[in-house]
């Protein structure tokens, strides 16, 4: 196994030589223009970067951990009320209400810590500084890899994987610390990851092949920061954020085959990664907003959805690189935008009975099964690409305007409206829109409202 993981570390080198070169110019040629454009907008404005130098999370400003090395503190309590949410296409802005400007899956630790030389010599570490326990994992090291690694409670906890297949065993951080996991090695992190009583837990799959297997991810209370930049990382049980939030970042490409269950105040997944994210991801119970980002090609590949478990206060989900969301782009929420983009949404597009306000975007190729918006307050569905909305249009609202808007050639093969209390607001502007014919019965009817096809 040793030399197998030697012999792809050489073959990684000798490709980040070729690299090296092409960046110099020397060899072009190498990415798909189109591909390579489907991967260029990538991360979420509520997530600035690895190693935020603020805390967030339910609770007040403070200081938090970083991605490489572990925080100070406990938890503070709730300040405020969380509130409505907004959230741009570049995946999330800041959210006004409890942790407005800062960033996601990070929480301020107040708690008293102290390392115990003790305890931490018991765990199989060594006390990195006062409030630290720190513990290397290596290629001959029994706890982490036949025995479970269980952090001192009352610290800061670093786990550093520094050899090759090791951390295979469980790693359970502690009660009321920080904890940071590096899985920095090939194969390494192939055990579950248990932070239920931890503040802030920070998890590094940077090398390819690392967190599978029985890999999961159990955030119970902890703010969850997971970071999956190596290649096919972070595959194998699912990760459960916590209830503080949490920031999942899918660099790698087949990266995040773990389904994901983002529960919590404010979630946000970025798939930037190509062919990432291929499983399940529900985004339910937040407070303070749900953002999922579909952006490397082909990612996405199961159902992406919010308020499966539970309505959610904002939800937005992107299906912005190519061929990106394979399956069902479905959203009950007090606020839903759904956007698909080129050649993606195979699926159905849905905004769910039970839902506020709704927003639907289909451009180019997009959005080819129906497209639907049912819910209580106002619908907006644009259908503005050429061979958007290739199948039906029904847009059903109780309380307030619906409004669809077909600009694109080819658009929306047939539109259904019905709005109790508002408007039908049709407008087949595109070439050949509309070609089977609109149906509208509401309160009034606008624009092309019951036109027969043509």
């Known amino acids: 196994m040793v030399d197998r993981r030697r012999s792809l570390r050489a073959v ?64 503070a309590g709730y300040a405020g009320n969380a509130g409505s949410a907004s959230i741009s296409a570049a995946g999330s802005a800041a959210l006004p209400g409890l942790n407005a400007g800062l960033p996601v899956g990070t929480a301020r630790n107040d708690n008293q810590l102290s390392c115990d030389d003790s305890e931490c010599r018991r765990a199989g570490g060594r006390c990195k500084d006062e409030t630290t326990c720190l513990i290397e994992c290596d290629e001959d090291s029994i706890a982490c890899n036949e025995e479970p690694v269980e952090c001192p409670d009352g610290a800061n906890c670093q786990v550093d994987c520094v050899d090759e297949d090791t951390c295979l065993d469980e790693i359970v951080c502690p009660d009321g610390g920080d904890c940071t996991i590096n899985c920095n090695e090939l194969g390494s992190c192939q055990g579950p990851i248990d932070c239920g009583g931890s503040v802030n837990c920070t998890l590094n799959c940077d090398e390819d092949d690392s967190c599978q297997l029985d890999f999961g991810v159990r955030a119970g209370q902890a703010a969850l920061q997971l970071f999956c930049d190596g290649e096919d990382s972070c595959s194998g049980n699912p990760v459960e954020c916590g209830a503080a939030g949490c920031s999942i970042t899918c660099n790698g490409d087949g990266s995040c085959e773990s389904e994901l269950r983002m529960q919590g105040r404010r979630s946000v997944a970025d798939c930037n990664g190509a062919r990432s994210c291929s499983g399940l991801i529900d985004c339910s119970r937040d407070e303070e907003g749900c953002a999922v980002s579909c952006i490397g090609a082909d990612s996405c590949l199961k159902e992406v959805s919010c308020g499966k478990q539970g309505q959610t206060r904002q939800c937005d989900i992107r299906c912005v690189g190519l061929r990106t969301c394979s399956s069902n782009a479905t959203c009950q929420s007090q606020k839903c935008k759904l956007e698909c983009d080129n050649e993606s949404c195979f699926g159905d597009v849905v905004c769910e009975p039970g839902s506020g306000d709704c927003s639907i975007s289909c451009d180019d190729d997009s959005c080819t099964n129906d497209v639907e918006c049912s819910a209580d307050q106002s619908c907006a569905i644009q259908c503005d690409g050429d061979d958007s909305c290739q199948r039906e249009v029904k847009c059903d609202t109780r309380n307030a305007d619906c409004i669809v808007t077909c600009n694109g050639d080819n658009a929306c093969d047939t539109v259904t409206c019905r709005s109790d209390n508002g408007e039908c607001n049709l407008d087949c502007n595109g070439d050949d829109s509309c070609p089977r014919g609109t149906e509208c019965d509401g309160r009034a009817n606008r624009g092309d409202c019951n036109i027969d096809g043509r």
Do not use: K
């Not at 072009?28 to 454009?37: A, S, Y």
């Not at 404005?45 to 967030?56: F, N």
């Open 12 to 75: 990684v080198l000798t490709l980040s030589a070729v690299w090296a070169i092409t960046s110099c110019g020397l060899i072009d040629g190498f990415l798909d223009e189109d591909e390579d454009d489907g991967q260029a907008s990538t991360g979420s404005a509520l997530r600035p970067g690895r190693a935020p130098g603020d805390a967030a999370g339910p609770y007040t400003l403070g200081a938090g951990g970083s991605a490489m090395a572990t925080g100070g503190g406990g938890a």
